[in-house]
């Protein structure tokens, strides 16, 4: 796998092309953070992930709100 032991932080991954990005990530090996401003789609892409065998971490954020990407970093850290 060509991202065993990465972190994919992925901002939209709860639909679209940050979904797809996602799933890709995941099964290249990533352990994939998911950043989207609707924490249920986030959980759903994760859902998803999971079932597949991956890794993945939904967080609610804006990403246009520097307090709330610094708060979903730290978490993604931690």
């Known amino acids: 796998m060509k991202l065993s ?10 639909s679209g092309i940050g979904h797809a990005a996602a799933i890709l990530m995941a099964k290249e090996g990533a352990k994939v953070a998911i950043i989207d401003h609707i924490l249920e ?9 999971v079932n597949e065998g991956g ?3 939904a ?6 709100d520097s307090q709330q990407m610094q708060k979903a970093f730290q978490t993604i850290f931690d």
């Open 55 to 57: 890794c993945g971490l």
């Open 5 to 14: 032991e990465k972190v994919a932080v992925i901002t939209g991954g709860g």
């Open 41 to 49: 789609t986030g959980q759903e892409t994760v859902r998803q992930l």
């Open 59 to 64: 967080i609610a954020a804006d990403v246009g």
